[in-house]
């Protein structure tokens, strides 16, 4: 399947670099979304990604630690603070955890122990418990989202070519207000960093 169009305003997205700068907003970074969230792969050698809505607005940053074996990563609020602070945690890197400034939870994501994505359930910030699993064996970038019901509430595609300077960009639908924008992220960052850590053991 082909990978999908990134935010139509963003001219440089198909060019794989689209550095937006961080860019005041009124989107509530906590409240439930629905919608869809755009999330390039980092751009060197600045180690930062933009998070934006389909109209090209930057809601946010993702600052990659790009060097770290924990899988490192800050998500910024649009005026350059941090709301948020993940990577992975364990002797295994079984699980990633995402946290507030003081520390609180926001996502954890919990692996699988045979199946790391078919197997894990993430519980975000108010205890409620998702699922993700791959949308099918063929593809290491496609992702479900499900709530304890079995109902799909998220999507996530790639938006470039697997072969591409940048395979692991990635557009987040989310279909039912269950998560924040900073939950989203956080769980496709940690998705992200799952699926960046078997390709490297692949190629190792």
Known sequence: MSSVAGPPTCSRWVRNVCPA??????????????????????VVPSGTSPVMLSDGQTVAHIQWHMWTVRAKFEILDPQGAVVAEGGSEGFT???????????AEIVHLQL?????????????????????????????RRF????????????IEPTTGVF??????????????????????????????????????AHS
Request: hydrophobic residues 40%; proline residues 6%.
């Open 144 to 155: 479900e989202v499900f709530a304890d019901d079995d109902r799909m509430v998220g999507r």
């Open 112 to 140: 699988g122990m045979f199946r790391p994505i078919n197997g894990s359930t993430a519980t975000l910030a108010g205890g409620r418990r998702l699922r993700a699993r791959l949308e099918s064996v063929w593809s290491e």
């Open 21 to 42: 700068p961080l860019l005041s907003s009124g989107v509530n970074l906590h409240g439930p979304f629905i919608g869809t969230l755009y999330l390039p792969d980092t």
């Open 93 to 103: 890197a079984s699980r990633y955890v995402v946290r507030s400034p003081n520390g």
């Open 164 to 201: 591409s300077f940048r395979p692991d960009s990635y557009a987040f639908h989310l279909l039912a207000p269950v998560m924040s924008i900073v939950e989203a992220i956080g769980l496709a960052q940690a998705l992200r960093a799952v699926t960046q850590a078997k390709r490297r053991r």
